[in-house]
């Protein structure tokens, strides 16, 4: 969607690497989010931020950090991949009124 | 905590039939209330919102939804479905103040001739 990119779209990784998503804005919004999607569990918040250098945790935060030092950028870091975090990575943005931009996604497997 | 529980995994209409989706939620406050659609390999677009006022809400591509605040509910509507329509449907609820929306399972929505 216009205004907002992930990268990569898809990646294969191994197990126990560190892998680091980007989800990148142009649209100077202050709240960014990372969801990861799995069959049967819809979307679950890993981490949001709310501000440059302001993150919190999510419901499905371990096993993942962020890091924010630019308003366009929100990086998402998988300190040590297991099979399990094998899933679609979303990245979505607002500006506060609940109008989520999502992503298009990454897909991620790890082997 | 807040959740949402769409009960219906998947669900096949004819083309030009009528379409209801489930959502029921749970919230402490007043609840904000979303319709996601999601095609295959895409991302998630807002289909519908509701914050406040009239209960029955519009949205794009025709569809619309009802908050019925007794049954705690906020069912997605359509008249006559189209083949382009079939997709995954998210219901979510947030609330004033919390920016985290949570969502539900979602609906697989498949269109027949």
């Known amino acids: 969607d216009a205004g907002i990119t992930q990268s990569p779209r898809h990646k294969v990784t191994e197990t126990g690497t560190p892998v680091t998503l980007r989800c990148h804005q142009t649209?100077?919004?202050?709240?960014m989010y990372w969801y990861r999607q799995d069959p049967g569990h819809g979307l679950r918040l890993i981490h949001y931020?709310?501000?440059?250098?302001?993150?919190d945790k999510g419901e499905v935060s371990d096993g993942y950090s962020v890091s924010r030092s630019k308003t366009e950028d929100f990086l998402l870091t998988l300190e040590s991949a297991t099979s399990s975090q094998t899933s679609v990575y979303f990245c979505?943005?607002?500006?506060?009124?609940?109008?989520?931009?999502f992503g298009s996604g990454t897909r991620l497997t790890v082997v | 905590a807040q959740s949402v529980t769409q009960p219906d995994i998947h669900i096949t209409v004819s083309e030009g039939a009528s379409l209801e989706l489930r959502c029921n939620y749970s919230?402490?406050?007043?609840?904000?209330l979303f319709w996601y659609v999601q095609s295959p390999g895409q991302g998630l677009q807002l289909l519908l919102k509701?914050?406040?006022?009239?209960?029955l809400v519009q949205g794009i591509k025709g569809f619309e939804a009802e908050f019925k605040r007794s049954q705690s509910s906020f069912n997605l509507r359509k008249p006559s479905v189209h083949w382009s329509d079939a997709a995954e449907y998210f219901c979510?609820?947030?609330?004033?103040?919390?920016?985290?929306?949570?969502f539900g399972t979602g609906t697989r929505l498949t269109i027949i001739p």
């Open positions: 931020s709310y501000g440059v250098k302001d993150t």
């Open positions: 649209e100077n919004h202050r709240y």
């Open positions: 979505a943005i607002s500006s506060g009124d609940y109008g989520y931009t």
């Open positions: 919230y402490g406050a007043t609840p904000y």
């Open positions: 979510a609820v947030g609330g004033f103040g919390n920016e985290k929306l949570t």
């Open positions: 509701y914050f406040s006022g009239d209960t």
